[in-house]
């Protein structure tokens, strides 16, 4: 984990009150750092003496991600891998009744008594089915899920989606679709967050090119798209590792191009999410054109100007072009290795029209 992981939650920016989406969560790295931004101003409360390193970005947390991003790249195959994909199963799509997240949040704080499930089971639930059971769920059944998040979120939610009455405190929903990525996403997160953070961050297994558009659209306040990718940096580091040339399978201009669709339509899912004037940052560790601004432009051109790109100078983060070394690209940022010794990283943040 390098200063490339941190970049995007740093400028998506959730407030304590926020709806956070994290659409491809493994290893876990950027959502313990969304969740960290999620707990600022919430009453101090005593970690779970089970976490090793509850309050913060520890020395020992980072040797931890960096052996988790060791194993995938060993052992995913590239086409799973995103740069960055609390609960270890997802959300199983067809069942007729699932559980509310008031109901799971009542169940995250029932304490560790004999018979009661570890702090990462407390932070699961059930199993994922094939991404086509989304398809599958009625829309009565769609509109139901819809209604529970929004609760969640913050009470019944008034015009525009936001919601109304007292102020509710912010939830992140992880999602990961690989089952073998979720358990180790849950086993991070539950290891590194507080008991009190715990019981507001849910794991979802969905497809996110899929998922967020069909029964969820609006209901999010920031999403982060860490897109999967080409990944050349992995794609070299294999290929030194292996002791000879980097195949085809793992990089080639058709394998961009098909990326880049998936990564779009992920895009078009993520801001579709988004409340009105909401935000979303799109990354990946690709150096291709094709993966970065093409699709943020074709985003763009699909959403008719239902959301605009955010200029770097109104990031938020002062001198980030002199911090990171970056390269202005049409529509974001370009951090190559060369400058800084990490990465390299695209960004681009997009809002959603009020």
Known sequence: ????????????????????????????????????????????????????????????????????????????PLQDQGCCQVQQEAEQEQEPQQQSDGE?????AEPHAAGNPPAQQQLQEP???????EGSRSSSDAGSDDAADAAAAGGAAAPGGHASGAQQPGR?????????RRQRLGSTLAAYLP?????????????????????EAGMYD??????????????????????????????????????????????????????????????????????????????LQQQGGEARVVPVDEWGLAGIGELTGGQRTQHGLLCLPDEQGWGPVYLAVLEQAM
């Not at 926020?18 to 659409?23: Q, R």
């Not at 507001?200 to 090119?209: E, K, P, S």
């Open 127 to 133: 199993a994922s089915e094939a991404a086509d059971a």
């Open 195 to 215: 008991g009190s953070l715990r019981r507001r961050v849910r794991l979802t297994g969905h497809d996110a090119a899929k998922h967020w558009a069909t029964y």
């Open 1 to 76: 984990m390098d200063f490339a992981a941190v970049l995007p939650p740093l400028l998506l920016a959730p407030q304590p009150q926020h709806a956070v989406l994290d659409m491809c969560a493994a290893p876990g790295g950027k959502s313990l750092v969304l969740a960290l931004q999620l707990l600022k101003g919430a009453p101090a409360q005593q970690p779970d003496q089970s976490s090793s390193a509850a309050t913060g970005l520890t020395t020992g947390l980072l040797e931890h991600l960096a052996l988790q991003e060791q194993l995938e790249a060993q052992h995913q």
């Open 222 to 299: 920031r999403v982060l798209l860490d897109a999967p990718c080409s990944a050349e940096r992995l794609v070299v580091q294999q290929a030194v590792q292996s002791g000879g040339a980097v195949p085809a399978s793992s990089w080639s201009r058709e394998r961009c191009k098909q990326l880049a669709a998936l990564q779009l339509k992920m895009l078009l899912g993520g801001l579709r999410a988004l409340k009105p004037g909401g935000r979303l940052v799109y990354s990946t560790c690709s150096i291709a054109e094709a993966e970065n601004d093409g699709v943020v432009c074709k985003a």
């Open 172 to 180: 992140l929903v992880c999602n990961e679709l690989d089952p073998v």
């Open 104 to 108: 799971a949040a009542q169940q995250h």
